[in-house]
């Protein structure tokens, strides 16, 4: 019924654990596809390939891949093709799938064949205070439970962990795995299938443990660089804006810093035109920057009258500038869009 992409890299600390979770699940027609991207940390001890055979000769559900390093994206798309069950789940080494986990997320899809993608709620496992930026995030993500909030939430950042997913395999035929690029290989499926009108949904249960150790890939591989995400974004809200903006293609950007400036116009390369920026700075106000004009927020156009993308990007700013914006008669995914 299930399989389970894990992909490994020099895994071999934390590896076990994760198993052990898989293991422990308390739906077991499942089946781990255990893809080793060229782990060679058998060089320093008991590797990754070693602990992988000993399970698999445990219990056969573990299917061990071994590969040439090739990458995530190749890893997951060779799993993608190898995987036999109905769903498709996603678990990484470094993190624990709790017990009911595969159980509940199949139920939720069984029941819900209107659903491409169920994903669930996770605990953060890494050091709150020096990973406050990842705990932020993860905080966001388990209050988007809902399609629609998952939906207007992916311009701001990617709205699923990653791992906590599972899918039916019949929408990776319909729209296509994994692409490689400059980019988040997850955060642009997740783009992709939802301009493509995938359904999806998240469990208020708590079913995954994330882990952040020093070198998860998102935090050392520059394909998962903030730049990144903004030029992928970029590609997407482009042409969500040509299907939704009333007087596409111009629209009014909230805030006028250099930062902010700097990812709002990623947007021109694709035929977006910025008429104006909006701030609450004195020092800008009544200022011309990059030829375009700014005001003061107070001062922004009645709702019907403008379309506006919130790019200011700071801690809380986001649901500062939506409570104005909401105030003002503006309505989220009509009248404006957080981008930040």
């Excluded at 500062?320 to 981008?339: E, H, P, S």
Aim: charged share 25%.
């Amino acid at each position: 019924m299930i399989s389970v992409l894990l992909p490994i890299r020099n895994a071999a600390a934390t590896l076990p654990d994760a198993l052990e979770s898989l293991l422990a699940q308390t739906y077991g027609d499942f089946e781990v596809l255990c893809l080793d991207d060229g782990s060679d940390d058998h060089l320093m001890g008991q590797g990754s390939r070693h602990i992988l055979e000993r399970y698999a000769r445990r219990d056969n559900r573990l299917r061990p891949v071994f590969l040439t390093h090739g990458g995530i994206v190749h890893a997951l798309n060779l799993g993608l093709d190898l995987a036999q069950g109905e769903y498709v789940a996603r678990m990484d080494a470094d993190d624990v799938s709790h017990p009911r986990r595969l159980e509940l997320q199949a139920a939720y899809l069984r029941e819900r064949p209107d659903v491409g993608l169920a994903a669930c709620r996770a605990a953060f496992g890494g050091e709150s205070e020096r990973a406050r930026g990842y705990k932020r995030h993860l905080d966001w993500t388990n209050g988007l439970l809902s399609h629609e909030q998952m939906a207007l939430g992916r311009f701001r950042e990617s709205p699923l962990v990653h791992p906590t997913v599972m899918f039916r395999r019949t929408v990776v035929q319909r729209y296509g795995g994994y692409r490689a690029g400059p980019f988040p290989e997850d955060y642009e499926l997740w783009l992709r299938w939802l301009e493509a009108g995938m359904r999806m949904a998240k469990l208020p249960d708590v079913l995954y443990t994330w882990n952040d150790p020093p070198a998860r890939l998102s935090r050392t591989h520059p394909r998962y660089s903030t730049a990144a995400f903004y030029r992928t974004k970029a590609r997407y809200l482009a042409k969500w804006l040509k299907a939704n903006n009333p007087f596409h293609p111009r629209v009014l950007v909230m805030g006028a810093g250099r930062i902010t400036r700097r990812r709002a116009e990623l947007l021109l390369e694709h035929g977006v035109e910025i008429t104006a920026w909006a701030d609450i700075d004195p020092r800008k106000i009544g200022r011309t920057v990059a030829g375009r004009k700014v005001f003061h927020r107070d001062d922004i156009p009645a709702p019907g009258r403008v379309f506006i993308l919130s790019y200011v990007a700071g801690h809380g700013a986001a649901e500062d500038i939506a409570a104005f914006l909401d105030k003002r008669g503006y309505t989220q995914g009509r009248n404006y869009v957080l981008a930040a």
